[in-house]
């Protein structure tokens, strides 16, 4: 599976921010979709996740209630909306997506896209 960003950009303290990810075929067979992110200098975090299958959310401490996870499994997409935005969620924000075939777990990573929060 390929994934897709896009999204990304430069937005002020408080504003809103929708990224996509795309993947390159049916996604039935996915069964963890999520978004990390790496601001400079730090390791990759996690953002948020949601089960392929029934939907079941979680969310990092420092993103919940401000952004939300969801996905299309019609078109092969998942968000990320993001409000209330702050200097400290700039980040180079990468998809990710397991997938589960004959009991052995495949990991997929997008090219990354950058939001950048001004103050």
């Known amino acids: 599976v390929q994934l897709v960003e896009s999204g990304g950009g430069l937005v002020q303290a408080g504003g809103s921010l929708r990224l996509s990810c795309e993947a390159s075929?049916?996604?039935?067979?996915?069964?963890?979709w999520g978004w990390y992110r790496q601001a400079p200098g730090k390791t990759r975090e996690l953002v948020a996740t949601?089960?392929?299958?029934?939907?079941?959310?979680n969310y990092a401490d420092s993103v919940k209630g401000r952004f939300t996870i969801s996905r299309d499994n019609a078109e092969n997409t998942m968000y990320l909306q993001m409000n209330s935005l702050k200097p400290e969620d700039t980040a180079v924000y990468y998809c990710?997506?397991?997938?589960?075939?004959?009991?052995?777990?495949?990991?997929?990573w997008g090219q990354g896209t950058q939001v950048t929060v001004s103050s």
């Open positions: 990710y997506a397991r997938e589960r075939v004959l009991s052995l777990d495949y990991n997929y």
């Open positions: 075929r049916s996604t039935f067979t996915i069964s963890v």
């Open positions: 949601i089960l392929g299958n029934g939907g079941t959310t």
